[in-house]
């Protein structure tokens, strides 16, 4: 070995972790949801946020667009912009919601990520029990996702126990792409959600054995 040559290992070069942003609209099944996925993909820096409590796809966007301006110069965000920012919205049925193309629209122009359901995310939490290929209204899909007692949902509280699902998400993905293959009007189909996207990027974020 020449001289001056150090004996030290060159320290390894760890993969940069995606920083994600998830805006959900309250506190309800989706802030549960994805609280409980969090705490399974616990390496990953990931921060959920509620929008305004009255649900309105416009003000969630716009507060996500705000939580992303302040995020390079706020200590609560670590200073450190985030790579990737999400708002999760529900279609709706039988009245879609009135602004939800405006939403799209805004969130397009200003860099956020949509994961969205027709009717509701309730939906996306059925295609983990099964499949689901007919048109629903929001209140059946929920009627439905509180049968699958392993899951304790109850559409009076909005209450979800994550662990029932932790084993289901392959097959719930698979549904989500198996009801976009077959239309091609996107979220204006019911059934239809994407969050699928949204959760897979994640898990792909998750390190071998964690």
């Known amino acids: 070995m020449g001289r001056g040559k150090s004996l030290k290992r060159p320290p390894a070069h760890r993969r940069e972790r995606r920083r994600v942003l998830i805006y959900c609209e309250g506190e309800c099944t ?47 965000d670590r200073r450190t912009a985030y790579d990737e920012v999400w708002c999760v919205m529900d279609v709706e049925a039988p009245a879609p919601h009135p602004d939800l193309q405006q939403a799209l629209r805004l969130a397009g122009d200003r860099g956020i ?31 439905m ?6 899951c304790g949902y109850r559409r ?30 996107g ?7 994407d969050v699928d996207q949204l959760v897979q990027g994640l898990m792909a974020e998750r390190r071998p054995g964690g």
């Open 30 to 76: 989706e802030d549960q949801y994805f609280k409980g996925l969090r705490a399974d993909l616990r390496h990953i820096p990931l921060t959920i946020a509620l929008g305004p409590a009255h649900g309105v796809p416009t003000e969630l966007v716009r507060a996500a667009v705000k939580h992303k301006e302040r995020a390079p110069t706020s200590p609560a």
């Open 145 to 150: 996702l509180g049968e699958h007692k392993g």
């Open 187 to 193: 979220h204006r189909t019911n059934p239809w959600t």
């Open 113 to 143: 990520k949509v994961a969205l359901s027709n009717p509701c995310f309730e939906l996306w939490l059925l295609l983990q029990f099964q499949d689901v290929t007919r048109y629903r209204t929001s209140a059946q899909a929920q009627q």
């Open 156 to 185: 009076d509280r909005k209450h979800l126990d994550y662990p029932a699902l932790r084993s289901l998400h392959t097959d719930a993905c698979d549904r989500a792409a198996a009801l976009r293959a077959v239309t091609e009007r």
